[in-house]
T-cell receptor, first 114, second 111 residues
Framework: AQSVTQLGSHVSVSEGALVLLRCNYSSSVPPYLFWYVQYPNQGLQLLLKYTSAATLVKGINGFEAEFKKSETSFHLTKPSAHMSDAAEYFCAVSGPGGAQKLVFGQGTRLTINP | DGGITQSPKYLFRKEGQNVTLSCEQNLNHDAMYWYRQDPGQGLRLIYYSQIVNDFQKGDIAEGYSVSREKKESFPLTVTSAQKNPTAFYLC??????????FGPGTRLLVL
């Protein structure tokens, strides 16, 4: 069965600092992996996805993630945090055969300090 | 402008009452999904539908029901059997097997 672990329910960084949100997955088959962002009282917005092409995936708003099969990780990074990045971030892994059944991590709340 | 709409934004349920949450999409997606979000627990799948007139239980279907009579619509009913309905409910749609896109959500509160 697929599972996702996001390390750290809360992450706080200063404006302009590196953002690193950690995601480790477990999957019995080659996975599809996703990062979504959620602003307060809103739905989820897709940041980026990995679907077995390039291992370094670039997304919206300057975010990127690297798929590392040996470490079963898909960490999300951004070189320089902006106040508007404050939100909750979810990592998700698909089941076999595609993205029709997603398993989500618990989420990481990112706070940006001025 | 294509997208997913959910209504209402806030919904209040009295004890013993069934309530229905609306989800509509104009993305021409075949698949639609309902998730429940509780603080600190991520999203959990309630029901999903691959095509019209067909739907499958997800991980936490007890106390919920759905219908899929039209491609564009996938309403969720929270029945009186759901003893802890307070949560944020999210609807999503996709081409089957492809990326899921989410609506803005409905927050259900119990009076």
């Amino acid at each position: 069965a697929q599972s996702v672990t996001q390390l750290g329910s809360h992450v706080s960084v200063s404006e302009g600092a590196l953002v690193l949100l950690r995601c480790n997955y477990s999957s019995s088959v080659p996975p599809y992996l996703f990062w979504y962002v959620q602003y307060p009282n809103q739905g989820l917005q897709l940041l980026l996805k990995y679907t077995s092409a390039a291992t370094l995936v670039k997304g919206i708003n300057g975010f990127e993630a690297e798929f590392k099969k040996s470490e079963t990780s898909f960490h999300l990074t951004k070189p320089s945090a902006h106040m508007s990045d404050a939100a909750e971030y979810f990592c998700a892994v698909s089941g076999p055969g595609g993205a029709q059944k997603l398993v989500f991590g618990q989420g990481t709340r990112l706070t940006i300090n001025p | 402008d294509g997208g997913i709409t959910q209504s209402p934004k806030y919904l209040f349920r009295k004890e013993g009452q069934n309530v229905t949450l609306s989800c509509e999409q104009n993305l021409n997606h075949d698949a639609m999904y309902w998730y429940r979000q509780d603080p600190g627990q991520g999203l959990r799948l309630i029901y999903y539908s691959q095509i019209v007139n067909d739907f499958q239980k997800g991980d936490i279907a007890e106390g919920y029901s759905v219908s899929r009579e039209k491609k564009e619509s996938f309403p969720l009913t929270v029945t009186s059997a759901q003893k802890n309905p307070t949560a944020f409910y999210l609807c999503a749609s996709s081409v089957w097997g492809e990326t899921q896109y989410f609506g803005p959500g409905t927050r259900l509160l119990v009076l």
